[in-house]
């Protein structure tokens, strides 16, 4: 049996890049969803939260940590 068939369909989705902004606020773009980098989003206010409010209000999110974990 083929795995894959039993699987929803999440639609696709872009990585969000800082560059891109203000394009996806203004155009709307047909994505389905977008993927960030968790550890871009790890301070305490300004523009990057900002933008991430705004954003994930039209589209949601997947987190994408990069990091290495201290052991």
């Given amino acids: 049996m083929n ?4 699987r929803p369909y999440l639609g ?3 990585g969000l890049r ?3 902004y203000e394009t996806i606020l ?5 994505v389905d969803w977008f993927e960030i ?15 991430l409010e705004r954003i994930r209000a039209d589209y949601p999110m997947v ?3 990069v990091s290495p974990i201290d052991r």
């Fill in 63 to 65: 987190m994408h940590g």
């Fill in 12 to 14: 696709y989705g872009l």
């Fill in 26 to 30: 203004q155009e709307k773009p047909a």
């Fill in 18 to 20: 800082r560059q891109h």
């Fill in 37 to 51: 980098l968790t550890e871009n989003y790890l301070v305490d206010g300004g523009k990057p939260l900002h933008y």
């Fill in 3 to 6: 795995s894959s068939l039993s």
